[in-house]
């Protein structure tokens, strides 16, 4: 489609003129008739030939909506989400598991019970990560995301569009996103821009384009008591419990709120004149802050400072594919293989005293990966 070079439309809106209103007006000595009316104005629009993401900001009223549908029609924010449903269960039919799996990681939403609930009980970050996937599968040329990052933490919202960035430029997809806060700019990267505040279209180059480096988002890993346990379990991928036996905890904080957890845990009895062996585990980043990369900052973060206790042999077991791809590319952690495990333990039997294995759904095997951590 021809995209044009220029908009140019006068909105007006029909303005109330009972008793309150005229009040109200009066109050304030204003002239109703030039307040209804807006003119937008935007010049020199040239969206390059190729472009992964473009970004059209500005506050409320400004004319982001109108903005859009003059250069690609009318017809371009459809979504249809059932808020009964799991995003899962919602996704293309003709897609496979690994496929949709695949989508919901690469957009930062990679805590499976969030897949599996209805979507009315996700947080507001978490819906908005499921609506860009559900938009993402549509067989559409461009996709245009409304209201981007509006309900959200304004760290929250860096990260969502950081994840946003790296998935529109891995898959090559052609992202427009309408939003009022210009503070996600520099982590969305767009190839171009425009500003409804100013009416102005963009390119990166451009000597006047808002665009700085990344901010330092700055994260704090330390020791901490199993009480977050109870928050934080409800968003690991396979265990609400907390393993038995002595445990280490840590937690990754931005400022003073806890967005993660992490745990060590000595599973056999340390024997005399023997290395003591500690598993890490039951690791979870609150999904709201998934695509920063703090699983592994708070996996490498907590064994430097746990290894630090004295010496032992630190291991880390674990079925998770995103946390086994970041662990590979990470130089102080030793890949050992990968295992089946079968069955899930569930408790002790009453006269054999043996762990007790049950059927359940791990009954076919989990895949699980192992690494050891390199002490410096």
């Not at 970004?55 to 903005?67: C, D, E, P, Q």
């Amino acid at each position: 489609m021809e995209i044009p070079k220029t908009i140019d439309i006068t909105l007006k809106s029909k303005v109330s003129t009972d008793f309150r209103c005229q009040v109200a007006a009066n109050a304030l000595d204003i002239d109703v008739k030039k307040k209804s009316i807006h003119h937008l104005k935007i010049e020199n629009i040239n969206i390059p030939d190729k472009w992964n993401i473009g970004l059209v900001y500005g506050n409320s009223g400004s004319g982001k909506t109108t903005s859009i549908t003059q250069l690609f029609g009318e017809d371009v924010f459809d979504i249809n989400i059932d808020p009964e449903l799991p995003i899962l269960n919602q996704l293309p039919s003709d897609l496979t598991y690994d496929e949709c799996a695949s989508l919901l990681n690469g957009m930062g939403l990679n805590s499976v019970p969030c897949w599996i609930r209805p979507f009315k009980t996700l947080s507001n970050g978490q819906q908005a990560r499921a609506e860009a996937v559900m938009l993402m599968t549509q067989n559409k040329e461009m996709v245009f995301i409304d209201e981007w990052t509006s309900v959200v933490d304004r760290t929250v919202a860096k990260a969502m569009s950081l994840c946003l960035h790296k998935y529109a430029k891995r898959n090559n997809k052609r992202v427009v996103i309408l939003s009022c806060h210009q503070d996600i700019i520099e982590w969305l990267k767009p190839n171009w821009a425009i500003d409804c505040n100013v009416q102005k279209f963009m390119l990166p180059k451009s000597d006047d384009f808002f665009f700085k480096k990344r901010e330092q988002l700055k994260f704090e890993v330390r020791e901490i008591g199993r009480e977050s346990w109870k928050y934080f379990s409800k968003y690991h991928y396979l265990n609400e419990n907390l393993p038995g036996g002595k445990l280490h905890l840590y937690g990754i904080f931005h400022n003073e709120l806890q967005i993660g957890f992490n745990c060590f845990a000595n599973y056999v009895p340390h024997k005399k004149n023997t290395v003591k062996i500690w598993h890490f585990n039951r690791t979870v980043i609150h999904p709201d802050y998934n695509g920063l990369g703090l699983g592994i900052k708070l996996v490498n973060t907590s064994a430097k400072l746990f290894s630090q206790k004295g010496f032992c042999k630190i291991l880390g077991k674990f079925a998770s594919v995103p946390m086994f791809k970041s662990m590979k590319k990470n130089d102080q952690w030793i890949y050992l293989g990968n295992m089946r495990t079968l069955g899930r333990i569930t408790g002790r039997g009453k006269t054999s005293g043996k762990m007790k294995r049950m059927k359940g759904f791990r009954e076919k095997g989990t895949n699980s990966f192992l690494f050891e951590y390199k002490k410096n």
